[in-house]
């Protein structure tokens, strides 16, 4: 179990990571800024919330599998291999990423930083001293549902990695293949071990809303002032 377990954190926290980077200023964008073809951009940014992941794996898989475009204009295959499920775990995880990013810097009141702004601060002063402090909570939280969501993945990861140990073999995929051999006292430990996981991802979030919906109601107040 160690090895799948292994694996499977060092997935998450490598997708978290390239999440809050990739995702970040693409919601502070999308959050911040009217431009022609928001609309359609989201739409197609969200598109695997709705997707079933057999169906983003499949076309990953073409991506990414041999003779594929990756291989045919870059010389790579990465399907079957770990740096495969990384990609498609970022791409199915985006919409969830972007979408709880978004909504932390929708909750900046603009007066804040047209405020800050007047007062001379440079884009960057705002950036580390208004926004990131109120969004912080916000960005945290998002970030461990990622990671969090990131522990029970099981479509994508098997369509473009398949199950090979200590590459692609995850603790979902595991305990599959636990069940199927009618190893079931084994699967339900390796089963235990993800819902403490689970558990204790999602009381970290809940006391991280409701510190960001503290923070998000004192500021109204001081931006009335």
Do not use: C
């Not at 060092?10 to 997708?15: D, E, M, S």
């Not at 047209?114 to 960057?124: D, E, I, N, P």
């Not at 098997?158 to 979902?172: A, D, F, K, N």
């Not at 009381?203 to 991280?208: D, K, N, V």
């Amino acid at each position: 179990m160690l090895e799948p377990l292994l694996l499977t954190l060092r997935l998450a926290l490598l997708t978290s990571l390239a999440l809050l980077l990739l995702a970040g200023p693409l919601a502070w964008v999308l959050a911040k800024r009217d431009f022609p073809g928001r609309g359609a951009l989201e739409t197609v940014l969200l598109l695997p919330l709705v997707l079933p992941p057999t169906v983003l794996g499949f076309y990953l898989l073409l991506l990414l599998g041999k003779n594929g475009p990756l291989q045919q204009w870059f010389g790579l295959s990465l399907a079957f291999t770990f740096e495969g499920i990384l990609i498609g775990s970022i791409v199915f995880n985006l919409p969830l990423a972007l979408s709880n990013y978004r909504e932390a810097f929708r909750t900046i009141d603009d007066d804040l930083l047209q405020t800050a702004r007047t007062l001379g601060a440079g884009r960057w002063r705002v950036l580390r001293e208004v926004v990131l402090p109120l969004a912080a909570p916000g960005l945290l939280s998002g970030t461990l549902l990622v990671f969090a969501h990131v522990l029970g993945e099981f479509g994508v990861v098997l369509m473009v990695g398949g199950s090979l140990p200590g590459e692609t073999q995850v603790l979902s995929i595991y305990i599959y293949e636990l069940t199927q051999a009618l190893r079931l006292e084994e699967a339900n430990r390796v089963a235990l071990v993800l819902v403490g996981l689970a558990f204790g991802l999602l009381l970290a979030i809940r006391s991280l809303e409701a510190r960001w919906k503290s923070n998000t109601s004192s500021s109204a107040p001081s931006a009335s002032r």
